[in-house]
């Protein structure tokens, strides 16, 4: 090659190197903090691709901190480089080295807090990796920011009571990594299209047990008092799933297949584990056989958690859960509360774990996937009709929020946690419903299954997901994902029919409210002689649409949305009460059919006597959600409906085969004062803690005497129920200055203005107990207040903005109690709890 020409060449390659390493993202992409939504989403740029992480881990418990060296195994995505940013917040980084074949070189870096620029020793190839070792402290109490309403803090480890001065709380330490707050605890590329494997070194107090992702491949004991855990991930996942927990634990061990399943528990709740966790081996076998996928794992364990910022995380082979799925046999008689949780973290092993939303903007090919598997579970488990009616409160609780406007793929929003709502989880599960029905049960979990297999391991977005449907199914589903993925709202229906008795002619008609029109298959049952005949549409985009066929006969009633599949709202707009005795009737086994009738029976129960007739006899409904929203939707402060309620919920109480519904009953039975003193001592032999609680909330109410039998021996479960035990104990309670209650006191008080303000009788009670709580040193207590003033206000200020206001000054009072305190006696917790309450009411915008 000419030299001068070779010279030129060498000089182009390496412009093009340097352009390509300098190249910023397009003006669209960039955030601006003045106004973040105006930002597009995209998946985050890799420059370089993670490979292997191993970290040895070491914690100071009195400081709260991680004593930290990681040897992370890179190499460049495409592109040469020689620079290479991760993501490591409020770290002290002590040094950064490269390994060689000579041993380890010393690297130049750049920290600011947040992310470090290592200047590497050369430019790197996508064909070179090389590793850098970095010794840090993690520091997770200087970490700046909020979470979310989903995960409520983004500090990435936490230390609970970490010196075991708190009675009766244990001594933990547990990770939350979603969203990108593994970095908080380890330096990273903290981004969801990143997948490493990985090894982690733990050194912590022998009295504790360890978990991790992947396996325990050995355990040492050392001379100091501690042991060291290795745990070995062979298989690549993302960085936020990454997983640590350390604490004192009863593990229970349990088998799927060939795979260990262990439960971590507290100790209390050894010998209710299985009873907790026991369906997991099952789930992962049903789950395994729908998707034609096992389960893709080395093993799977799932640990509780206290004082956990969510609900639960599906940290990949070792999910992490709220405290409050341990329960005892006396809660679960009731229901199992964890069960749906338990099934969510466990298909987010496929959807999340094995195959990973590529960015924020696509949360729902996470969520939406965990949120529908509650659904299939209880389908599979209890019943088509009893899945109904759990996908019918999912969508309620979708409907009744403040995000009716958004997409369930939003590549522009103000931050990555607004992703984590009502719109990626309950709506998203509701359209995977509606799209698993249009494809049928094949089609659909045989796309769902190529969808894993081609992005096994790796990361996706809508589209893969559309594309691998498409490709099982033969059948292009633009339209679907255009106006269920990429659109906002639901069909907004009123629909109406009319029979022409000369024509022999029946005609249905469907109006859109616009300003969007929907385009859908809608299921219609025309019910005659008692049988519906099932009438399958095509609804097109447009503001009214009419249907007709020939029929013999008027029919008794036209039940629309015959099949529970189409989210929409719906109005009826002539629909008569006979009409509604007769869609009850024709209704088995369709459970929102018979609910709607039931609604309508309870609209007209004191002035249509058959109304009422029609819902007394939903008392006794084959499905405990028909029961129970019978006796919840009773007028008891009519006088007829009392008279006539009374001694069908008596029978309710003794004969009904679910021990919720039996307590709802003696509570509908103490709201009118007639409970039957011999029916409440008998409920108070049952194993329920429920019925128990409802049944000494009957005894004090007919004699508060009768406290002096309750006041010592009572589970404190069975005490959380009864809000006539609560009112009693709270004077106690503060009296002894007994704060382990003041969690349970301020569940009960946090409200007690809004209880004044309706003049609720024992509201300067609980006004009393809210400022005992506030006053003191009451960490936990203090931060359950937190959650649920934020969670109400964030319900209430689209529903309510009169209540919402109270729950403003509620929070208020807290900040001044506690500042107060504070003042009084210079407590630094006491500052932490003022600060927490300040900071929750800087969000109740």
């Avoid at 080395?298 to 958690?305: F, I, L, P, R």
């Avoid at 859109?512 to 029109?517: E, I, L, N, R």
């Amino acid at each position: 090659m000419n030299k001068i020409i070779g010279l030129l060449f060498v000089a182009l390659v390496w412009s093009s190197m340097t352009w390509a390493q300098s190249q910023t993202l397009p003006p669209s992409y960039r955030v601006d903090a003045a106004n973040p939504v105006e930002a597009y989403r995209a998946e985050a740029e890799r420059i370089n691709n993670l490979m292997h992480t191993k970290l040895d881990l070491k914690f100071d418990y009195a400081k709260q901190q991680v004593l930290g060296e990681a040897w992370i195994t890179l190499s460049p995505h495409f592109y040469p480089t020689a620079v290479l940013e991760l993501d490591a917040k409020a770290m002290l980084i002590h040094q950064v080295r490269l390994l060689t074949d000579k041993g380890e070189k010393k690297l130049k870096f750049h920290y600011d807090g947040l992310v470090i620029r290592i200047e590497l020793d050369k430019s790197y190839s996508r064909a070179e990796p090389y590793t850098v070792h970095i010794a840090y402290t993690a520091r997770p109490n200087e970490v700046e920011g909020t979470g979310s309403a989903a995960i409520n803090d983004n500090k990435g480890i936490y230390f609970i009571n970490p010196l075991g001065t708190t009675a009766g709380l244990p001594t933990q330490i547990w990770t939350q990594g979603e969203t990108e707050s593994a970095s908080c605890w380890f330096p990273t590329i903290d981004k969801t299209n990143q997948k490493t494997t990985q090894e982690i070194y733990l050194t912590y107090p022998q009295k504790y047990v360890s978990l991790s992702n992947g396996s325990l491949v050995n355990s040492k004991v050392n001379k100091d008092g501690t042991k060291t855990d290795y745990w070995k991930m062979s298989q690549k996942h993302a960085p936020y799933l990454f997983f640590v927990g350390i604490g004192d634990y009863a593990v229970v061990r349990d088998k799927w297949r060939s795979l260990d399943v262990d439960y971590y528990v507290e100790p209390e709740y050894r010998e209710y584990a299985r009873a907790i966790f026991g369906n997991t081996p099952e789930m992962m076998e049903f789950f395994s056989n729908l998707l034609d996928y096992p389960y893709p794992w080395e093993k799977y364990a799932q640990m509780t958690a206290r004082h956990y910022v969510s609900g639960a995380m599906e940290n990949t082979t070792a999910s992490l859960f709220n405290d409050g799925v341990q329960q005892k046999p006396g809660q679960l008689i009731d229901e199992n509360t964890a069960e749906t949780v338990i099934a969510h973290e466990l298909f987010h092993h496929w959807f999340g774990d094995l195959v990973t939303a590529e960015s924020w903007s696509n949360l729902a090919m996470n969520e939406a996937f965990a949120n529908y598997s509650e659904y299939l579970w209880i389908e599979h488990k209890y019943g088509f009709e009893k899945a109904s009616q759990y996908l019918y409160d999912e969508i309620e609780a979708y409907k009744n929020g403040d995000h009716l406007d958004k997409r369930l793929v939003r590549m522009h929003y103000e931050s990555r946690e607004d992703m984590f709502d009502a719109v990626t989880y309950n709506k998203g599960g509701a359209i995977l419903h509606m799209l698993r029905n249009f494809l049928g049960d094949e089609a659909f979990f045989k796309g769902l299954n190529k969808y894993l297999v081609d992005n096994a391991y790796g990361k996706a977005e809508y589209t893969q997901l559309r594309l691998a449907l498409e490709e099982v199914s033969g059948r292009d589903l633009n339209w679907f994902f255009k106006q269920w993925f990429l659109g906002n709202g639901q069909p907004d229906l009123t629909v109406r029919s009319e029979f022409d008795s000369k024509g022999k002619k029946l005609q249905i008609d469907i109006e859109q409210q616009g300003p969007t029109y929907f385009e859908f298959p809608y299921a219609v049952d025309v019910v005659v002689d008692g049988k519906p005949m099932r009438k399958e549409l095509w609804v097109p985009a447009q503001a009214a649409t009419s249907f007709e066929w020939s029929l013999s006969k008027a029919p008794e009633v036209v039940i629309y949305n015959a099949d529970q599949v189409l989210l929409s709202n719906l109005t009826e707009s002539t629909k008569t009460l006979a009409e509604y005795r007769a869609q009850y009737r024709a209704g088995k086994g369709n459970y929102l059919a018979r609910r709607q009738a039931v609604a309508a029976f309870a609209a007209a129960q004191t002035t249509d006597a058959a109304a009422l007739e029609s819902l007394l006899s939903a008392l006794t409904d084959e499905n405990d959600g028909i029961r129970s929203l019978s006796i919840s939707s009773l007028d008891l402060n009519e006088a007829t409906v009392v008279e006539q309620a009374v001694p069908l919920l008596r029978e309710v109480v003794k004969n009904d085969a679910k021990t919720l519904v039996q307590a709802q009953a003696i509570n509908a039975l103490n709201y009118v004062k007639q409970s039957d003193l011999d029916l409440l001592e008998t409920a108070l032999k049952s194993p329920s803690f429920r019925v128990q609680s409802a049944a000494i909330d009957g005894i004090l109410q007919s004699d508060p005497q009768q406290f002096s039998r309750f006041e010592n021996g009572l589970d404190l479960e069975i005490v959380k129920n009864s809000e006539e035990l609560i009112k009693a104990f709270i004077p106690i309670w503060i009296a002894e200055n007994d704060r382990s209650k003041a969690d349970l006191v301020i569940q009960t008080a946090a409200f007690y203005l809004i209880a004044k303000s309706q003049q609720y009788p024992g509201a300067d009670l609980l006004e009393r107990g809210f400022e005992w709580v506030m006053g003191n040193d009451t960490e936990e207590a203090t931060k359950t207040a937190a959650q649920l003033y934020k969670m109400y206000y964030a319900y209430l200020k689209t529903q309510n903005a009169q209540i919402a206001s109270i729950v403003k000054v509620m929070v208020d009072k807290g900040i001044a109690l506690k500042k107060a305190a504070y003042e009084a006696n210079g407590n630094p917790n006491l500052k932490l709890q003022w600060e927490l309450l300040q900071a929750t009411a800087d969000q109740l915008k």
